[in-house]
């Protein structure tokens, strides 16, 4: 952002704790000293105004970005997302424009429970004129957020909070990662698994382990979900013949239920198996650890999930060492 | 003083001559589009705008026919989006509720009540950044107040000083329900003057006083930057929506109507120019012109061509275009 | 509603406009005489406020009816379902119940435009919780409404503007329609269409015409869309071979996405197509009438939807009389 | 009245002593909970649940351990919940921000900010219409105001005049964003008294002050029907979320904190007693009786098993259980 920020005067940063200490999970650090107060700063509890806040800025050329600490706290700002960022493009005939980002952190883990742990991709997704992006590794979040600042359209970027953790190398110049390009994340030749957000990181689990005995499995993080490039995605299920959906989130009527149906009409004839969907269950996130362990899905579903389709024995997976939140995250919160 | 009076007369007849050439022709089904009035409350509008000049900036509502006219005076846009033609900017996508302009000034409407007030406080946000000294008008009606994000707005605005005015167009209506039953206060300017802003509020229909007003507004937000909330109160001539009156419906009587309608702020200034010695000729050439415009703005906007069928298709986002 | 407010005294409807001369289109016609403001009443515009109203009357034991004249509205309370009524009972541990009715209408034609046509049902039936009605038809308008009042869940019931011109028979007497069992519009044999609020009128339109020459169409209304129970769908399909979901919305993570997953899951190798999706062109809704017949799909596209799967010849619709808006409605507004 | 300073002294150290013994355990991992501490705000809740008595309801936020407590009493319930054990109601589903107890007037609490106050406000509503004489209380933060929603609420509570006392615990601060920073006003008591309500306020740690406030402004509910809205300062002494204290941040003094610990709530109202010929043998058996019904409580707790994996599916409708 820092970057985006000296390239593009017109790029400001503003949002709830996001000048202060904490700095948003770190993410906007250093900004308030580096640009001053006029071009990152606080602002009151008010999401749904200060959304329509960006969107004005946004008319008058300005390239706000504006930071939810959670996306549970976008509902709030619905409106202004549904019946105008979305629209005023198209519905002025083109003569405004809003390019907006809109990040908002997917929580999870220590007890965020119902209200701290949405994602609602699928919800954004569903409407037309907002692009959708969940980043998965630390070199992409950086490249699509350069773009998503660079777009002149309205982008909701969807960062999931175990990702900070992610590690992996990110170039220091800036570079831009198109909005609309998949990536495949591990290859594979027998079975496909589209994943979004930290699912991606249960699916290369999952891949690493039944790679060792043999079973090739390709997982592909769309990155983009709106407007969807499925070419990727299809060409991998024509390869492969089978394909799992992996999303982090509740799967009826969800961003599952989409990829399902394209694969299903456009993979028609080469599926060997139906699509299966993996995701939240359908019920609310619950705080306590354990219970939570049963709501979202893991590289172990992944696995038994992969198995099931392609009809071969369980791995033995006593004795492996999953990711888990709680070797890493100690509390207190 | 004269001059200024001609102009305010030029723009209200204008704004009035237009809703009356629709009232003509709406019957016609060709303007398939829901038609929010702004009868009655020309002066509010009129005067503001015309204080706030051309570099200043307007949001509006789904009843913003006023506002764009006295805006833009784009009649030929107006009706031309009106009839849904090839020939205006929007092509058919907006129609009477979503009316918008840029190139004018006139930055958009919006017909989801009170959404439009943090857009218009970003506006101003841009603004006061860009040291561009505009000034950012957003109209809205008393029951766009009922709405959260009106305070949000507002208390935004206050914090961060905007150069934004704030306009309750206040006919004391929402739809059918009356301010009192909406509302656990007496006075909404005597809350909003808790608030870090300057408030003003008039009951005129006299578009001098209403200018002048505004200006005094405009004058003291350059001094003191904060924004500014003005109270303005008008009579809804018709219904909520449509061309008809709705007496006959019970909730407001008509001799509430012909009380303020001896008021009416186009007949007040009109006389008042009589008043001023500005002649009776004078008048009628006025009157032609804008006649000849609006007539002429009918007449181009139902020859023209729909749009295109594929318009509906295009825009979505910016680079589809 | 008459009839279960005087059955349940804890029954009370609010919302803009319900008690004024137009009534919210003459469903509320009545009640304010009848049962005074105290039950039936008008609020400020405040969505957000008088959603969360609307629970915490719930929680002490009364069942609100809250009714929004366009769907558009409901985005501003999206956080009160989202984050509040939609998860209460499983959060309280059972504790608490929110017997609430949310009845949102449907807007379309005359120049309604993107803010005040949406519908919105997958966004709804995408959260947990929440039960998500879309009656077609008058008789089934009064029995899921009757449901959805008994039931001790908060239930969004969407009713599409134009269906209030829908004639049928209604028995005067109260009846319920459980709510989660859809209904065969048409039966046919040679493909299924499953169909949402208006599009079922589309889609029996569709039936009767190519009825004609032979091809026989079964038509589906879940009306019930959250919790669906697919049944009914699966048994068609496994019966037609082709399915085609119309849906009175957008497609992209949409009601369809999920019927057309599930259908190519479960039917899946008894399929004899790729399920077809018709929707919202993926736009917004223009206003102008010229560019919503674009918007908006309708019989003639379900008939050349169906003849594409089927293979068959296009019927010649040259002078068939379509159901037209503009046919029953003129101006002015 | 020294009876009644006992037992609000006996609240006051409940809760204390309560969040103290969470302290205590929470580095064991075992509450895998967020915690927003009380510490500090024991006498403006104590204060007014106690007044509000046992037929009173309470909506709170996040931070409501010390509503939660004062209201119910009820330590098994708060620790069972906290360890998410078989035994609380809740069955680990909520956690510490999403503390309930209806069949004690607990209605329930929101992490989303001001998202109970309108659900107050309709809670408030169906006890006016079933004539039941029960009065709502909602406790929010000073940041809850911020919210529009915060507005809509006040606004339709004072029109339609309901039984609600709208309880702001103001700590000045949202997180680490001072009031200063967020608001476009000078004073929201000075704000909120434009609108027909009762408003009170105070910056007591004084627990018999604040009750006696509360018991004032039930008494003028009663007598008027309005709403009450109290403005009630007290210093946060923990950081925003979690046990410790976090004055290095350098977003705020510690010599706050020091002149406010000063007159920290529990150390004022012992004095009091004593002051009041409370013996410190008497004090000392209150406080006894305390510790053991919290120890045993977290030690019940402690015992309990994990609730059922099955719970996190039970229970997504009503007709599921
Ligand atoms: C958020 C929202 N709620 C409800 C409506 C329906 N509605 C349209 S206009 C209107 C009345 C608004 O009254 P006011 O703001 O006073 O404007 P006026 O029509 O009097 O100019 C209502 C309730 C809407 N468009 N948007
Ligand atoms: C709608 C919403 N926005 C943002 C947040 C994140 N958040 C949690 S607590 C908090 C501060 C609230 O401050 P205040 O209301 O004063 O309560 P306090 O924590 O001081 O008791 C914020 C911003 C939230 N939970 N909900
Ligand atoms: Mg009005
Ligand atoms: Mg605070």
Redesign the pocket.
């Known amino acids: 952002m820092i970057q985006e920020m000296e390239r593009d005067p017109r790029v400001f940063v503003y949002g709830?704790?996001v000048p202060d200490h904490k700095a948003v999970f770190g993410s906007t650090a250093g900004l308030a000293e580096r640009f001053g107060k006029e071009r990152c700063f606080d602002t009151p509890?008010s999401?749904d105004a200060m959304t329509g806040f960006g969107l004005g800025a946004a008319l008058n050329g300005m390239r706000p970005i504006h930071v939810h600490?959670?996306v549970d706290?976008m509902p709030?700002a619905f409106n202004q997302l549904a019946n105008m960022i979305s629209c005023c493009h198209y519905a002025s005939g083109g003569q405004l424009a809003a390019p907006i980002v809109i990040r908002g952190i997917v929580g999870r883990g220590w007890g965020q429970g119902f209200q701290h742990s949405k994602s609602m991709h699928a919800t954004f997704a569903h409407i037309p004129g907002l692009k959708v992006v969940l980043p998965t590794t630390a070199y992409d979040a950086k490249g699509l957020l350069i773009s998503a600042i660079r777009d002149d359209n309205p982008v909701v970027f969807l960062e999931h909070r175990w990702l900070y953790w992610q590690e992996g190398e990110v170039p220091e110049e800036p570079y831009t990662i198109p909005l609309g390009e998949g990536r495949i994340l591990r290859e594979g030749s027998d079975i496909t698994v589209v994943a979004t957000s930290w699912m991606n990181v249960e699916a290369v689990t999952a891949a690493d382990i039944l790679g060792r005995r043999g079973i090739s499995v390709e997982v592909i993080d769309p990155r983009t979900i709106a407007p969807l490039n499925d070419e990727l995605i299809i060409r991998s299920v024509e390869k492969t013949g089978y394909c799992i959906v992996a999303d982090n989130d509740w799967s009826f009527c969800g961003f599952s239920a989409e990829v399902a149906a394209q694969v299903a009409a456009k993979c028609f004839g080469k599926l060997r198996a139906p699509v299966r969907r993996i995701g939240f269950a359908p019920t609310h996130c619950p705080t306590a650890r354990h219970l939570e362990n049963e709501f979202y899905p893991n590289a172990e579903d992944i696995i038994r999930e992969i198995e099931e389709v392609l009809g071969v024995e369980p791995t033995d997976l006593a004795g492996i060492e999953f990711y888990s939140h709680e070797k890493r995250f100690k509390g207190p919160f | 003083m004269r001059e200024l009076n001609k102009e305010l007369y030029r723009k209200l007849y204008l704004v009035r001559r237009a809703e009356e050439k629709i009232c003509v022709h709406y019957p016609e089904d060709d303007m398939k589009t829901p038609m929010h009035m702004s009868f009655g409350e020309e002066a509010v509008v009129v005067g503001v705008c015309h204080a706030l000049g051309d570099a200043g900036q307007v949001f509006g509502t789904y009843r913003s026919h006023a506002a764009f006219i006295a805006k833009t005076e784009d009649t030929d846009e107006f009706f031309s989006e009106l009839y849904a033609k090839e020939t205006s900017s929007l092509k058919g996508k907006g129609g009477s509720m979503h009316l918008c302009s840029p190139r004018h000034g006139f930055m958009g409407t919006s017909a989801i009540v009170a959404s439009h007030l943090s857009v218009a406080a970003g506006a101003a946000f841009a603004n006061k950044r860009q040291k561009n000294g505009k000034i950012v008008a957003a109209f809205f009606g008393d029951g766009a107040v009922d709405e959260g994000v009106f305070w949000e707005s507002l208390n935004a605005a206050c914090l961060m000083k905007l150069p934004v005015i704030f306009v309750c167009e206040d006919n004391g209506f929402a739809v059918h329900t009356p301010a009192t039953a909406r509302r656990g206060y007496a006075s909404l300017p005597r809350v909003v003057s808790t608030f870090d802003c300057h408030v003003f509020e008039s009951d005129s229909t006299d578009v001098e006083v209403v200018h002048a007003l505004a200006a005094d507004a405009l004058q003291r937000m350059r001094k003191e930057e904060k924004p500014c909330f003005m109270n303005l109160k008008y009579y809804r001539y018709l219904e909520h929506v449509g061309i008809n009156y709705d007496f006959e419906a019970g909730y407001r009587p008509r001799n509430e109507f012909e009380q303020w309608y001896e008021k009416d702020p186009v007949r007040v200034q009109r006389a008042k120019l009589l008043r001023l010695g500005v002649g009776e000729d004078e008048l009628l050439r006025i009157e032609a012109e804008v006649d000849a415009k609006v007539s002429r703005s009918v007449a181009l906007a139902q020859q023209a061509p729909l749009s295109h069928c594929s318009e509906a298709h295009n825009g979505v986002f910016k680079c589809d275009r």
């Open positions: 709830l704790g509890l999401e600490i959670r706290f709030l």
